[in-house]
């Protein structure tokens, strides 16, 4: 399969999974089942051994946790302004969102869910911030695509999320098969290191402790924007129109 016909064929069912307004679960299981339909069985089985990979590394196990102190940053945003996580917690709450790169469909789902939600996070008084290895050419692509309006940041080495204990090395034996589906790492990500983090998702309150730590080594699943919301809104102590709960 040419990469990146692969990458336009994903491209493309993320659109059509967008145009059927599932929920955020079933929208993930679609993109699931797209994958192992289209795709050889045997390539589909060397994509997914890296869950396989992941719980056998116990990276989940050794993330950031609920309790601890989050690791303070400064990382360019899709434009290549600098932003700092203690600044963004002087005005409030802080969601940290970890993901892989704009060539995952799990990622562009999860971003897109997470950006239907910005207006209740920013009325909570949080902010939303999405982190991934990519450059910024490529965050500011995939920014442009979905028209998100919270920030996305290039953690370019993977320095950032390697603090919150979120990486790990695609193994040599399943990269030519990730690069068949479009995910050629160093194209996306400037450096052939082929680390990536996996997708994490934290809720940080103004002293910076992790509230919420959501980190799955299946990287099919997210958090769901609506407990998410249930959580800042525990923690804000706030209610606000929540559509949908």
Known sequence: MDDSYAQQ???????????????????????????????????????????????????????????EHAPDFTLPDALGNAMTLSNLLTRGPVILTFYRGAWCPYCNLQLHAYQQVLPQIQALGASLVAISPQTPDQSLSLAEKY????????????????????????????????????????????????????????????SGTVRLAFVDPNYTHRLDPSILLERLISLTGERTPVEGL
């Open 9 to 67: 064929l994903i491209q493309q069912q993320i659109q059509t999974i967008l145009q059927m307004n599932l929920p955020f679960p079933q929208q993930l299981e679609t993109a699931l089942a797209f994958v192992k339909n289209r795709a050889p069985a045997d390539l589909v089985e060397q994509i997914l051994s890296t869950i396989d990979q992941l719980l056998t590394l116990g990276i989940a196990e050794q993330a950031l946790k609920e309790g």
């Open 147 to 206: 028209g998100l309006a919270f920030a996305v940041l290039s953690d370019v080495g993977n320095q950032v999320a390697r603090a919150y204990r979120l990486v790990f090395t695609i193994d040599e034996a399943v990269r030519t098969a990730h690069k068949q589906v479009g995910a050629d790492l160093p194209t996306y990500n400037g450096d052939e290191s082929w680390e990536l983090p996996i997708p994490g998702t934290f809720l940080l309150d103004q």
